[in-house]
């Protein structure tokens, strides 16, 4: 599966954005999804994840109450709704995907990633 994410940009604190995340493929719902950052001098971290038809959801405790995943089986795209952000949110977020039926919080569990959008969250 290839993955291209997009919507990240400029954002003011308090600010919202969405990222959405394609695949391609038509095998999409088989896979669980996941979304990851990595800020600058930082490792990657884990932000949340989404099962294959989307009932369960598993969240980073520092975005949780605030950011929301979801999927649409239908248009094989992952999306993650960012609310009240912070400027410690300021990283290049990647959506993953995984062959597997259990969504998991490890990097290392992700075979397939994509390019990565950045979102900056300014003071």
């Known amino acids: 599966v290839q993955l291209q994410a997009s919507g990240g940009g400029l954002v003011q604190v308090g600010g919202s954005l969405r990222l959405s995340c394609a695949a391609s493929?038509?095998?999409?719902?088989?896979?669980?999804m996941g979304w990851f950052r990595q800020a600058p001098g930082k490792e990657r971290e884990f932000v949340a994840a989404i099962s294959r038809s989307g009932a369960i959801t598993s969240y980073a405790d520092s975005v949780k109450g605030r950011f929301t995943i979801s999927r649409d089986n239908s248009k094989n795209t992952v999306y993650l709704q960012m609310n009240s952000l912070k400027p410690e949110d300021t990283a290049v977020y990647f959506c993953a995907a995984r062959f597997a039926e259990v969504a998991t919080r490890s990097q290392y569990d992700y075979a397939y990633w994509g390019q990565g959008t950045l979102v900056t969250v300014s003071s």
């Open positions: 493929g038509r095998t999409f719902s088989k896979y669980v």
